[in-house]
């Protein structure tokens, strides 16, 4: 595979020797190079990066595991070979190549005992089944409770703005919260958050945070393919492996001691036993007025050990210093994280590679630094980082953003990427979620250049936006965006596309599947590159300071460290 998109700026430098280094490209061209001159992206680096990341030998690149030090490694190898210096955290004085992040690392050891009682009889529950349990982030050693009752809290909102409670002053101390996954809004479509668009009270991560504030003894999310955006596959195996937690003072604000997901059925059938039905109150759970309802009669038990401790991981921080403002910074960012070892798919492979999520980030996070080495050091610095712990909340680029290496006031912008298409070249190009912003604006217009149309997120109601590592930056005011791949295929058309990113969410994603695959041609990212270099480089070489929009819920937090840009 030898395939090179050009885009009007610079050449790509060639990679160094190394264990897994690509083929060399045309080392001519590493000297600057200038302005105006064709860039020169390889899909072939691509392919060569997303199949050494995607490997067995890395392990599914899980934190904490012979799989980091080995992607770390290899990140370092190649920043260090394209020629950038290192940007991570200072030792005396001196900058390493990456920024320690402690976490929590929390695993279940031994068998989950998990029973349901009610309707006369007793069921034991199969963890990975009918539940998926996660370890406790409590800091606890194990997790002991007997005929805790169950709550029924519909969507389990609190919003003030909205004035929508859907507790009433219901008290979930030792009881355990059943909550369904997404909005109130999202099975008609309209309403008080927006419609389709997920909010982040749709999202599993506020689910769990809000019953935790509420004392609950746990909470127990109703899992459905649509409203969750992903099939059982997907919380299953995201959910019965290690946890991974910021370090908290006081875990217990954020994490109740038990925290699960159940499948629909088995809802449906607790439901029936108490005398309820599950579709009716799902109904009501989407009114204003919904009250909580106690599942009368049914009760949970269940026990299992837990193994709490606190690890070190690594995000990885690789430098192009700016010519004249080296302490201004535009910022291109990934996760070389995935699951890891977990449980066996049918086949009984156990290795989840994670080659699309997110080695295909990771490769442009690559070859986007090697063109950039290559290219006269733009005016501002340019920061290439890649974020551990995506897969178990954002952690890597939370700690980043409340830790930064590069002050925030003066990070010109982020441009996050996460899952990109391998295969051929489509006709447009999205973000993930709504937000408007300048900075969108930007690639909307180097898109069109390059003949690309700009499609709003395909899937609003899967709360993307609150799902990619632009996230913790974007709370905090930085302008932030996370690229997707478009789903509007030249060969194939829209219908192709969209057929293509169903197929790999229902039989890849999060699965020992998701691999590196030969027919990939990488055209697609490699062209795409072009244009989010063109429009990183343009915010490098100016002095402008891109902004959210006037009516952003994040314009006030930028606006706050205004006079430090000036």
Do not use: C
Not at 140 to 163: I, M, N, S, W
Not at 298 to 317: C, R
């Amino acid at each position: 595979m030898k395939t090179t998109t050009s885009i009007a700026i610079l050449s790509a430098a060639a990679l160094a020797a190394s264990a897994h280094a690509a083929p060399a490209v045309n080392a001519a061209v590493k000297p600057a190079v200038p302005a105006g001159q064709a860039v020169q992206i390889e899909a072939s680096h691509l392919s060569h990066d997303v199949k050494v990341l995607s490997s067995d030998e890395f392990e599914g690149r899980g934190p904490n595991t012979p799989g980091e030090a080995k992607t770390v490694a290899y990140l370092i190898n190649q920043f260090e070979a394209a020629g950038l210096k290192p940007g991570g955290d200072a030792i005396d004085g001196k900058r390493g190549w990456t920024q320690d992040v402690p976490l929590g690392r929390f695993e279940i050891k031994g068998p989950v005992e998990v029973s349901v009682k009610g309707g006369g009889k007793e069921e034991t529950l199969t963890q990975g089944e009918q539940i998926a349990v996660r370890a406790s982030m409590t800091g606890a050693k194990g997790v002991e409770f007997r005929d805790a009752p169950l709550v029924f809290v519909g969507y389990g909102v609190t919003a003030p703005e909205r004035k929508w409670d859907d507790f009433k002053g219901q008290d979930l101390k030792g009881k355990l919260a059943v909550v369904l996954i997404n909005d109130p809004d999202f099975e008609a479509g309209r309403g008080d958050f927006g419609g389709k668009a997920m909010t982040y009270y749709g999202r599993w991560t506020y689910k769990f945070e809000e019953m935790a504030r509420r004392g609950a003894l746990g909470t127990i999310i109703v899992h459905e393919t649509a409203p969750a955006s992903y099939g059982w596959a997907t919380v299953k195996n995201s959910n019965t492996n290690v946890m991974y937690d910021v370090v908290r003072k006081n875990p217990r604000e954020s994490h109740a001691p038990v925290e699960a997901w159940i499948q629909r059925d088995l809802a449906v059938d607790l439901f029936k036993r108490a005398g309820l039905d599950f579709d009716k109150l799902k109904k009501s759970a989407a009114s204003r007025s919904f009250r909580p309802v106690e599942l009368t009669g049914v009760s949970m038990s269940g026990k299992y050990a837990v193994d709490a401790q606190v690890i070190t991981s690594k995000n990885v921080v690789a430098l192009r210093e700016g010519s004249r403002h080296p302490d201004q910074v535009v910022i291109y960012s990934g996760h070389w994280d995935h699951l890891g070892i977990g449980l066996p798919d049918a086949k009984g492979d156990r290795i989840y590679n994670g080659a699309v999520d997110n080695a295909t980030g990771i490769a442009a996070l690559l070859e986007l630094a090697r063109v950039y080495a290559a290219a006269p050091a733009p005016q501002r610095s340019v920061v290439f980082l890649a974020v551990t712990a995506e897969e178990k909340g954002l952690l890597g680029s939370e700690y980043y953003a409340s830790n930064p290496v590069y002050p925030l006031a003066k990070t010109v912008g982020v441009i996050n990427m996460d899952a990109l298409d391998p295969h051929g070249k489509a006709k447009d190009f999205t973000i993930s979620g709504s937000a408007k912003l300048d900075l969108l604006d930007r690639l909307k217009a180097k898109a069109r250049l390059a003949g690309l149309s700009y499609s709003p997120d395909p899937k609003p109601e899967a709360g993307h936006f609150f799902r990619s590592d632009h996230f913790p930056f974007a709370k905090r005011g930085v302008p932030a965006i996370s690229f997707g791949s478009g789903e509007h295929w030249e060969q194939g058309g829209l219908a192709a596309g969209k057929k293509e990113a169903e197929r790999y969410v229902k039989e890849n994603y999060h699965q020992p599947s998701d691999e590196w695959r030969p027919e990939w041609t990488f055209e697609g990212m490699a062209r795409d590159l072009g244009i989010l270099y063109a429009v990183g480089r343009e915010l490098a070489d100016s002095n402008a300071w891109p902004n959210w929009s006037k009516d952003s819920e994040f314009r006030a937090a930028r606006d706050q460290s205004a006079s430090e840009r000036k």
